[in-house]
């Protein structure tokens, strides 16, 4: 049996003692406790029979480097990894939010390069930028960047660029980010590769 029905279970042997209490039992306190017992037992079988969701940190994506074959390719893993195991979508919004506690980044590839992009994501002290959406002088964003790139989140440097191919073609930018930068899991690289003439 599950814990969920064994304590079902339970819930209904309260309520049926606190139902027989109340009864066969004229003392007016223990009546008064029969009475609690059936309320805190209809109470807790209420609250076992709401559907219950494991809270499971998300699936890990697998990079597989055999199927990238375009840039295309790199910006969807890139959408996957900026949602799940990136945890960027926790503080950023794609598009105005009041709710968001770090910069909007709709249309961000558009307006900084991919090497700055990604002395962001690595380096995110290197710039402060100030939130100016607000009356008065600018303010520093409430939150820090991590870095992506060591832990607890630990990007490699290819899903690193597999995010800033994602963050182009969400801006409607070219995708500077080639496949062939892409490297096996056993080789790593130091920095990233400078953006190729066009």
Known sequence: MSEVV???????VVIGLGVSIL???EARFVRVVGFVMIVLGLFSMTALGVPQMASLPPAEEKFDVAN????????????K????KGQCALC????PSESARCPDLKGIGAKLTREFIYESLTQPQAYIYQ?????????????RMPYINKNPIGLSNNEILSVIAFLQQMSGEPITV?????TQPTQT??????AHAQ
Do not use: C, W
């Open 178 to 182: 080639s496949p062939s930068e892409i």
């Open 68 to 79: 990238i074959k375009t840039a295309n390719d790199m910006a969807a893993i890139g959408q």
């Open 92 to 95: 950023h919004s794609i598009g």
């Open 81 to 84: 990894i900026f949602f799940s």
């Open 189 to 194: 690289a130091a920095v990233i590769p400078v």
């Open 6 to 12: 064994v304590l079902q279970m339970i819930g209904l």
């Open 23 to 25: 009864l066969f039992i």
């Open 131 to 143: 939130d100016y959406r607000h009356e008065g002088p600018p303010k520093e964003y409430p939150a």
